[in-house]
């Protein structure tokens, strides 16, 4: 017989086309997210800068060699306040983020794995969380406390969990009528190993990827109460206080101080939501049998 | 003996699926329920096995009326049942391996050290390659799956075993092969088994007697033993 | 005999078909081998086999939903387009709808469950027809009227469809575009009987004369209700095409596994088949069968081909064989191998080449034929 001549199945849709570009997308947001992780861990302890260090001689330069992204209204060097500023966005958001991710699965589950009037209580109460803009309640918890880094963290873990809480009750909900969950009861499984063995483990994926998501949303919130003047202290570098700062430089026509930490809210974020679309893709079950069996 | 007693049931209090049901297995005996898709036949099969709480009626097992249904049962109750429904696909956790599944319920109930020697028995019964053992759901076909369930469902000795629609989506010769496996067990146990369909060729030659749904409900009850 | 009229040409011409999947770590599994089938208007052919032997990655292969880790081999022609090298434009835009149309195997899933089936209808009949406003409604229940749909549910959601309407909804949209190839792939898995009986006599009523039908089934009672001939699939490979009614019929199926699955059917013997078929990674050299089979020995171990088929070969073994009509010429397995082939292509009265073959090198022979058979020990 004729040696067989294989040629790549006519992928579906522009398939080929979109599976290079997925792949750029994931390379190059990975590759941000680690120059990200990389600038805030490394380069405060060992460049040793430091960021409050006030010139007043050298206020406003436009960006040059010394100073990449130019200086602020009091000769700060804002390439260092960026990297600083990030540093505290980043924390404050992976923290606000596991916060109402915890809370959300633990709300989520609890109502699904009680069901019944338990059920009917939390999510009434979900509702009325979600009928109050979020930012507005996020102000309000805020303005309970001093200006720090915690009650930024608290007021925006504690407005983000209902999303959360809705998918995991809706992903528990689905899996408990699943056959499989009859067939552990019916091998004399308890309510306990039911719910950890084959239910969490289910909603896990879901959870972890709602946690990721959030944290650029979280670095936005962060920043934009900051940008308030209700977040961190003015002093503190956090790219929402960076942004508020350069308001009065912009209507001088200086645009780098609000430029740059601008860029740094935004590409980061972009690549932190470009690697969990990619994660999305991979749990999302129409791609699990590559087989077709 | 495993006795459903007047058992309505369904997912909405006013219109049941069920209704007024009688039907009796009588120990190693086994019964086919015939009926069309969608008749509330599964329902009744999960009642019986004390997975879907009936609005009215008893489900009586060897003499003991059931009390409480999915967790609230008793689990000597719950685990007299083995069950094996339609889908093998979501009849699966999809995480654990083909081992892991059909070990679950004696890890579940503390048998762990059961593990190794209960599951390749099993296995061999049921007619899995130890090569599929390490495997999860979606590497292996329906056919192979289903195998595993109808292991899980033996994995506790269950007296009594509730088959749904469980070769509905395979071939003949696995469909035979796994009848031939249920049989094998029943020879060697006397449990009894209730085996729910609409292939009526397939369960009057598998079955000691097949009841049609429509026989079941309402007055036509009585349930005519044969 | 008379001279033959010039067969028409096929609606599908599959030859060499083959499908594999490049997987993590390089290996391959091959879901298809060498599969050769011609498919007339007028006629059905039931590709039957368990699952996971790679029937449904076949139907796949020709409407182009293979993902993107599959490699293909061999050619698929529908007309003068080959399926299996066309572009997704042209699949798009020509093929899925306008001349292959798919019967799918839950309906439920294939509406759109937030959509009424008129919507539906009017939808795939704008795109594919290019009828416009007035007509449309009218157009519509025509569509729906083909596929025994009643009009009175047009206006229902597919979840207030029973099983046997949904999948009478999903056969009026796979109707709508006309198309000289029905492919349907487990359309009747879940349904009952009676239900199965009706949704595959009512495919059989569109395929007419001038349409084909390719009927993928485990289902060998809905197969034999109405294919006009049978391909059974066995770990990638189609190892015996055969007329229907001599299959499910008296002479029964030549292959041995083929006779195996019938044999166990519960209104037969109901004896299982032993073993197991084996891995597509991890496939034997020779017939991949002879594990399993009875009749196996030492010649099992060279790959048995079935020739014919429709394909070049076959036609070069019509000659060669000079199968009378009822096909009886020559087929039993000689243990010198000559006829090992089992190869008979014979001319029905319209003048069509209806090839058969069984890739075997023991088959089973036919009981009239038996006396051609030299003994065997």
Known sequence: ?293 | MLELRSVTAGYDRRDPVVRDVHLTVAPGEAVGLLGPSGCGKSTLARVAALLHRPDRGQVVIDGEVARGWRHRAPRAQRTAFGVVFQQPRLSADPRLTLTQLIAEPLRATGRAAEVPGRVADLARTVGLGDDLLARRPHEVSDGQLQRACLARALVLDPRWLICDEMTAMLDASTTAALVAAVEGYRARTGAGLLAVGHDKVLLERWCDRTVHWDELSGDAAADRTT | ?377
Not at chain 1, 224 to 247: C, D, E, I, K, Y
Not at chain 3, 120 to 127: V, Y
């Open chain 3, 1 to 377: 005999m008379t001279a033959p009229a010039p067969a028409p040409a096929p609606v599908l011409s599959v030859q060499g078909l083959s499908v594999r999947f490049r997987m993590r770590g390089g290996a391959y599994v091959s879901a298809v081998t060498d599969a050769r089938f011609d498919l007339a208007a007028g006629e059905c052919l039931a590709l039957v086999g368990e699952s996971g032997c790679g029937k449904s990655v076949l139907a796949s292969a020709l409407l182009g939903l293979l993902p993107a880790n599959a490699e293909t081999a061999g050619s698929a022609l529908l007309g003068d387009l080959d399926l299996l090298t066309a572009d997704e434009r042209t699949l798009a835009r020509t093929v899925r709808g306008r001349r292959v149309g798919l019967v799918p195997q839950s309906p439920a899933a294939h509406l759109t469950p937030v959509r009424t089936v008129r919507s539906q209808l009017e939808e795939t009949l704008r795109e594919l027809t290019g009828v416009r406003r007035p007509e449309l409604r009218e157009a519509a229940e025509a569509a729906a009227d083909r596929a025994s749909f009643p009009r009175g549910h047009l206006d229902r959601h597919p979840h207030e469809l029973s099983g046997g309407l949904a999948q009478r909804a999903a056969t009026a949209l796979a109707l709508v575009g006309d198309a000289p190839l029905l492919l349907a792939d487990e359309p009747t898995t879940g349904l009952d009987r009676e239900l199965v009986d009706r949704t595959v006599d009512e495919l059989r009523r569109h395929v007419g004369d001038d349409r084909a039908l390719l009927l993928i089934t485990h289902d060998l009672a809905a197969a034999r209700r109405v294919a006009d001939r049978v391909a059974v699939m066995y770990a990638s490979r189609i190892v015996e095409i055969a007329d229907a009614e001599s299959f499910f019929g008296d002479p029964g199926p030549r292959h041995p596994y083929a006779r195996g699955l019938l044999n166990a059917l519960p209104e037969r013997e109901f004896t299982p088949i032993p073993g197991m078929p084996p891995e597509l990674s991890a496939l034997p050299d020779g017939c991949a069968f002879a594990p399993r089979c009875v009749r196996a020995d030492e010649a099992c171990t060279a790959l048995p081909v079935l020739a014919g088929g429709g394909g070049g070969a076959g036609r070069d073994g019509a000659g060669r064989d000079g199968a009378g009509p009822d096909g009886a010429g020559r087929d039993g397995a000689g243990p010198d191998g000559a006829g090992d082939r089992g190869v008979e292509d014979r001319r029905v009265d319209d003048g069509r080449v209806e090839s058969q073959g069984v890739a075997c090198h023991h088959p089973h022979t036919h009981p009239r034929t038996v006396a051609l058979e030299a003994p065997r020990a």
């Open chain 1, 1 to 293: 017989m004729a040696e067989t001549t294989w040629r790549p199945a006519s992928a579906r849709g522009a398939g080929g086309a979109t599976a290079t570009t997925r792949a750029w997308r994931v390379w190059s947001s990975a590759a941000i997210v680690t120059a990200v992780v990389l600038a805030v861990l490394v380069v405060p302890p060992v460049v040793n800068l430091d960021e409050q260090a006030v010139h007043l001689a050298d206020k406003l330069l436009p960006p040059s060699w010394e100073h990449p992204f130019g200086t602020d209204d009091v000769g700060r060097d804002l390439l260092v306040r960026c990297v600083y500023g990030l540093r505290v966005s980043l924390l404050v958001g992976i923290v606000a983020a596991v916060v109402a991710t915890v809370v959300g699965t633990a709300v989520g589950a609890l109502a699904a794995a009680c069901g019944g009037w338990v059920d009917r209580i939390v999510m009434r109460l979900v509702d009325v969380f979600a009928s109050v803009p979020h930012l507005l309640l996020g102000i309000f918890i805020v303005a309970m406390f001093r200006p720090g880094v915690w009650p930024v963290v608290i007021s925006v873990g504690l407005t983000h969990w209902l999303s959360t809480a809705r998918i995991v009750r809706a992903e528990v909900l689905s899996l408990r009528s699943r056959p499989y969950v009859d067939a552990a009861i019916s091998g004399g499984a308890s309510r306990w190993r039911v719910t950890v063995r084959h239910l969490l483990p289910g909603v896990l994926p879901q959870a972890g990827l709602a946690a990721v998501l959030m944290v650029p949303h979280a670095i936005w919130h962060e920043s934009a109460l900051s940008f308030l003047g209700l977040g961190l202290p003015t002093h503190q570098a956090s790219l929402g206080t960076l942004v508020q700062g350069a308001r009065s430089s912009l209507l001088a026509g200086d645009w780098w101080p609000t430029l740059f930490p601008g860029l740094f809210i935004i590409v980061p974020t972009l690549a932190i939501a470009g690697l969990a679309g990619a994660w999305r893709e991979r749990i999302n079950p129409r791609r699990r049998s590559e087989l077709m069996l």
